[in-house]
Each structure stands twice: as structure tokens, then as C-alpha cells.
């Protein structure tokens, strides 16, 4: 289009395709974003009620229905199938008219009258439903339940119950070792070994009664003067070494001081270990 043009039709209506624009709402006036609307969304929830609605009925869902001979109040049901009767006004309304009533007996599908028996779940022994054996929490347990796999698996390293039946660890035993990414072959406790654990030095400490054996100051002492417990001392300075022979409990100040002259310990403490173990 050139600038004479477009300067021709600044005004939309002189345009030649102009159709009167978009239709302003009947109600409150406001544009519409369609041409075929003749009202906005919010006026016409307020109009498409009542006569106006495509599925009114004459207004029989307002309306209440009663029983014609006991006067009790009938469902919206009722209105639809045009019932003038509760159930039990009708069973008696029919034994007037001399009309067989369909209950037990007379009832073409009776068998042995098993309906009217109560059942009970086989597990819980509650009270359940004429068609089914067991309740609906005791059908999804165990090996009865309709989604049972054969159980949960478990881990192969501490052989403990998964959370999934997809699993092969637990996140602990994941996580450990040569499973874990970060695995870099066991330096974590690097100059110790794995055996050197708190278990094993605290049955050195209850061996040794909770006393350093160079100066002779208690685990408790020690623990209000600094708060810490007995260091445990490898005798041949091997660390990797964690038999119960080479072990012994010393404090951090005396532990400190046995690092020099490091033969004289040696064979000081040795032979401390073996007049404890006569």
C-alpha cells in the first residue's frame, strides 16, 4: 500500500472492508472480542440461568417431591421418573391391588436367600460388601493383595527392606565405598585403617579402665579439664596395625611426648601389654 493510501484511510471506517466493527455487549455495554457474541462472558453467566439455560426443565430441580401416602421426601430422582411412592408405600401398594410383590420368594432370581446373610472380611472380620472376601485395606496386603510382586528386595550389603522394587542398595550402603563416585580406593582414614573404628577404642579404654598409663590421669578428669577423651596409642607406630596387643590408652599430652626416643617406648609399653594380659 503507498502513503497516499495509507493516508487515505486513517480512519478504519473509510476503509471499503470495514463491517461496523466489533459488537458492544447488550447488557453492560462493553466491546466484545467476537462478532458473533452478543454478550461478555461475565453478563452471560448472570443471563444463562434459569428460563434461559438449554437444559431447563420447567424448574422441577427446585421442586420437592413427597410420598404420596407416608407424606416422607423423595430424592430429585424421583422427580425425574415421576415416582409417587417410597419404596415401602409401594411394596404395600401393590399387595392391596393383589399384585405379586418381588421380594424373597417372589422374586424370579431367589436362590437360597444368601443376599440377606452379612459377610465378613476374611483377615479383619469386618463387615464388607455380598460379592467380595476381604476388605478393601486387607486385599492390597501381602501375598493376597492383586499388586504383589513377591516383596520388596533387599540390600545386598546390609540386607535391609528397599523402598522400591527397582532398587539394589539402600542410600547408606549406595553410597559407601566402591559404590559411591567419589571412591578414591579407601584414603579417607588415611594413615589409619578401617579396623581402627570407635568400637575398637573404647574396648581398649574399658581394658585399660579409663586411665592414661603413663601419668595415670582418668577419663573423667580429663573430660571436665578439656572436654575430649583418651587418645589410643599404637605401640610400634604402625597405624595400620590395629591389633589389641599394640594398642594402648594414653592422654593427648603424653601421647605427644612418646613420639621421641621412640625405641624406649617400644619396649616399655610392650612389655606393659603383656603383665596385662597375665
Same mark, same amino acid.
Given at each position: 500500500?503507498?502513503?497516499?493510501? @495509507? ?26 472480542t ?36 407416608? @407424606? ?33 420368594k ?28 476381604r476388605?478393601g ?18 540390600? *545386598? ?6 523402598r522400591?522394587?527397582?532398587? /539394589?542398595?539402600?542410600?547408606?550402603c ?28 573404647? *574396648? /581398649? ?19 571436665? /579439664? ?53
Open positions: 500500500m503507498s502513503n497516499s493510501q @495509507k493516508e487515505r484511510f486513517k480512519n478504519p471506517e473509510d476503509h471499503p472492508s470495514y463491517k461496523g466493527g466489533k459488537p458492544n455487549c447488550i447488557d453492560c455495554g462493553k466491546p466484545l467476537k462478532y458473533s457474541s452478543k454478550r461478555c462472558q461475565h453478563c452471560y453467566f448472570k443471563w444463562n440461568k434459569g428460563v434461559n439455560s438449554n437444559g431447563y426443565r420447567g424448574g422441577i430441580a427446585n421442586k420437592l417431591c413427597f410420598c404420596v401416602d407416608c @407424606k416422607t421426601k423423595l430424592g430429585k430422582n424421583a422427580i425425574y421418573s415421576k415416582t409417587k411412592r417410597c419404596s415401602s408405600c409401594a411394596r404395600i401398594h401393590l399387595i392391596k391391588l393383589g399384585l405379586p410383590c418381588l421380594k424373597g417372589n422374586n424370579p432370581a431367589y436362590i437360597d436367600g444368601r443376599s440377606m446373610v452379612k459377610q465378613f472380611c476374611k483377615d479383619c472380620k469386618k463387615p464388607i460388601s455380598k460379592r467380595a472376601k476388605c485395606h486387607c486385599a492390597t496386603l501381602g501375598e493376597t493383595g492383586h499388586c504383589y510382586k513377591g516383596g520388596k528386595p533387599k540390600c *545386598k550389603d546390609c540386607y535391609k527392606q528397599l522400591s522394587y527397582e532398587g /539394589i542398595r539402600c542410600r547408606i549406595a553410597n559407601t565405598r566402591e559404590s559411591n563416585p567419589n571412591w578414591q580406593g579407601g584414603i579417607s582414614k588415611s594413615p589409619y585403617s578401617f579396623e581402627f573404628t570407635s568400637k575398637l577404642k573404647s *574396648k /581398649i579404654r574399658k581394658r585399660d579402665n579409663y586411665t592414661c598409663q603413663k601419668c595415670g590421669i582418668e577419663e573423667k578428669e580429663y573430660l571436665l /579439664i578439656l572436654g575430649r577423651k583418651l587418645a589410643i596409642h599404637h605401640i610400634d607406630y604402625d597405624k595400620q596395625n590395629c591389633e589389641e596387643e599394640n594398642l594402648i590408652t594414653l592422654c593427648n599430652s603424653c601421647n605427644v611426648k612418646v613420639n621421641s626416643n621412640r625405641d624406649y617406648w617400644k619396649k616399655y609399653y610392650k612389655d606393659k601389654n603383656k603383665c596385662h594380659s597375665y
